[in-house]
Protein backbone atom coordinates (compact mmCIF):
# COMPACT_ATOMS: atom_id res chain seq x y z
CA UNK A 1 0.00 0.00 0.00
CA UNK A 2 1.22 3.57 -1.17
CA UNK A 3 0.79 5.74 2.11
CA UNK A 4 -0.86 9.42 0.71
CA UNK A 5 1.30 11.94 -0.27
CA UNK A 6 3.82 9.44 -1.44
CA UNK A 7 2.37 8.37 -5.09
CA UNK A 8 5.01 11.17 -6.89
CA UNK A 9 8.21 10.26 -4.93
CA UNK A 10 11.05 8.26 -5.71
CA UNK A 11 11.33 4.37 -4.29
CA UNK A 12 14.30 3.51 -5.46
CA UNK A 13 16.62 5.24 -7.93
CA UNK A 14 20.67 4.06 -8.90
CA UNK A 15 22.87 6.43 -10.24
CA UNK A 16 26.43 5.01 -11.58
CA UNK A 17 29.61 7.13 -11.70
CA UNK A 18 32.16 5.09 -13.12
CA UNK A 19 32.42 1.87 -11.57
CA UNK A 20 30.58 3.47 -8.60
CA UNK A 21 27.02 2.93 -8.35
CA UNK A 22 25.09 6.09 -6.01
CA UNK A 23 22.04 4.95 -4.57
CA UNK A 24 19.45 7.28 -3.73
CA UNK A 25 15.42 6.87 -2.16
CA UNK A 26 13.16 9.23 -0.86
CA UNK A 27 12.82 7.38 2.75
CA UNK A 28 9.67 7.02 4.43
CA UNK A 29 8.17 9.71 2.83
CA UNK A 30 7.59 11.16 6.33
CA UNK A 31 8.86 15.11 7.75
CA UNK A 32 10.13 17.69 5.21
CA UNK A 33 13.52 17.09 3.18
CA UNK A 34 15.89 19.63 4.68
CA UNK A 35 19.50 19.73 2.07
CA UNK A 36 21.92 21.40 4.64
CA UNK A 37 25.77 21.44 4.91
CA UNK A 38 26.88 19.94 1.78
CA UNK A 39 26.87 20.95 -1.65
CA UNK A 40 27.08 18.33 -5.17
CA UNK A 41 29.67 20.01 -7.79
CA UNK A 42 28.98 18.90 -11.20
CA UNK A 43 31.99 19.51 -13.83
CA UNK A 44 31.67 20.84 -17.65
CA UNK A 45 34.07 20.63 -20.07
CA UNK A 46 32.91 23.91 -21.70
CA UNK A 47 31.36 27.66 -20.62
CA UNK A 48 28.69 27.21 -22.77
CA UNK A 49 27.31 23.50 -21.33
CA UNK A 50 28.06 25.35 -17.74
CA UNK A 51 25.84 28.23 -17.87
CA UNK A 52 23.05 25.52 -19.97
CA UNK A 53 23.27 23.41 -17.13
CA UNK A 54 23.32 26.08 -14.50
CA UNK A 55 20.16 27.45 -15.94
CA UNK A 56 18.26 24.66 -15.91
CA UNK A 57 19.28 24.04 -12.35
CA UNK A 58 17.97 27.75 -11.92
CA UNK A 59 14.67 27.34 -13.36
CA UNK A 60 12.25 27.46 -10.42
CA UNK A 61 15.18 27.28 -8.09
CA UNK A 62 17.18 30.15 -6.06
CA UNK A 63 20.42 31.41 -7.57
CA UNK A 64 23.33 31.75 -4.25
CA UNK A 65 26.39 33.22 -6.92
CA UNK A 66 26.37 33.77 -10.42
CA UNK A 67 28.59 32.03 -12.73
CA UNK A 68 31.56 34.02 -13.25
CA UNK A 69 35.39 33.49 -13.73
CA UNK A 70 37.63 32.42 -10.63
CA UNK A 71 41.13 31.84 -9.66
CA UNK A 72 40.26 27.88 -10.06
CA UNK A 73 37.65 28.20 -12.85
CA UNK A 74 36.51 29.46 -16.51
CA UNK A 75 32.81 29.56 -15.13
CA UNK A 76 32.13 28.78 -11.36
CA UNK A 77 28.31 29.19 -9.62
CA UNK A 78 26.06 28.08 -6.70
CA UNK A 79 22.14 27.20 -7.29
CA UNK A 80 19.80 25.47 -5.29
CA UNK A 81 17.56 23.70 -7.36
CA UNK A 82 13.68 23.84 -7.24
CA UNK A 83 13.82 21.16 -4.73
CA UNK A 84 16.46 22.94 -2.47
CA UNK A 85 19.15 20.77 -3.47
CA UNK A 86 22.50 23.11 -3.36
CA UNK A 87 24.98 22.81 -6.18
CA UNK A 88 28.39 24.29 -7.44
CA UNK A 89 28.74 23.95 -11.48
CA UNK A 90 31.59 25.22 -12.52
CA UNK A 91 34.57 24.39 -15.49
CA UNK A 92 37.85 23.52 -14.38
CA UNK A 93 40.81 25.68 -15.83
Known sequence: MIPPGAENKVMHAALRIGDTMILASDGRCSGRPTFEGFSLSLTTAT???AERVFNL???GGQVRAPLA???FASRFGMV???FGV???VYVPR
Open 47 to 49: DAE
Open 57 to 59: LAD
Open 69 to 71: TTF
Open 80 to 82: ADR
Open 86 to 88: PWM
